[in-house]
């Protein structure tokens, strides 16, 4: 079972930020949290991952809590192909597995 | 970043035959590749993890005899479905992570996936 929770959509204006939350209040001290996305009928696309610093790359910024049980992905300026499904899941730094769970719709509109 | 493929993007084939996928690490060197399944409207559905040289680990419920993978080199992974039945019929991905030097924790790429239609 994905140990994840996400809200099962969201909508957002186009150009402005999205901020996408996640639950993982059962995250061990060796598991990364990485946010992948699909756009329909594609493989998953990667994003971003931390273990418990905030970070930042050219798509997206990850900002998770202190204790390390939710965190928020956002992207700064949504455009109208940010349009998926964000999956948030916890990857262990041994078996390097992802486990997905069911993500959250994001649709971006004009 | 790496790009991974995978080999056909679409197949269709009749009922008792078998079909062979396969995933492609193009410009890195992948030691563990993953399989996964996606059904119509559902999340991806993890299969099997397959390390290169070694015999593949399956998730729980996933008949081994039925989808044979092989990992025979650090940049190929093939997913066999023996027997196929339209059950069968899914989204199939692959995903290839590079531990990198001294294991140092990498994002796993995934492929763009293949369908499969069990007729």
């Known amino acids: 079972d994905a140990k994840t929770t996400q809200p099962p959509s969201m909508d957002c204006a186009e150009g402005r930020a999205a901020n996408l939350p996640c639950n993982h209040s059962?995250?061990?001290?060796?598991?990364?949290v990485y946010w992948y996305r699909q756009i329909h009928s594609q493989g998953p696309q990667y994003i971003i991952h931390g273990l418990k610093n905030n970070e930042t790359n050219e798509m997206a910024s990850l900002i998770i809590t202190e204790d390390r049980k939710s965190s928020t992905l956002i992207l700064p300026h949504a455009t109208l192909r940010d349009t998926a499904v964000y999956y948030c899941?916890?990857?262990?730094?041994?078996?390097?597995?992802?486990?997905f769970g069911q993500g959250t719709t994001l649709q971006v509109k004009p | 970043g790496a790009v991974v493929s995978q080999h056909p993007s679409r197949v269709i084939c009749k009922s008792g035959t078998s079909v062979k996928i396969e995933c492609r690490s193009l410009?890195?060197?992948?030691?563990?590749m993953f399989w996964y399944r996606q059904f119509p409207k559902q999340s991806l559905m993890l299969m099997a993890t397959s390390n290169e040289g070694s015999k593949a680990t399956y998730e729980q419920g996933v008949e081994k005899d039925k989808f044979l993978i092989n990992h025979a080199s650090l940049t190929l992974s093939t997913l066999t479905v023996t027997s196929a039945h339209p059950e069968d019929s899914s989204f199939y991905i692959c995903?290839?992570?590079?531990w990198g030097a001294g294991g140092a924790y990498n994002e796993q790429f995934f492929g763009p996936g293949t369908r499969l239609t069990v007729l």
């Open positions: 995903s290839a992570r590079d």
């Open positions: 410009d890195f060197q992948a030691t563990t």
């Open positions: 059962t995250i061990s001290g060796n598991e990364y």
């Open positions: 899941m916890l990857g262990s730094s041994n078996t390097g597995k992802l486990i």
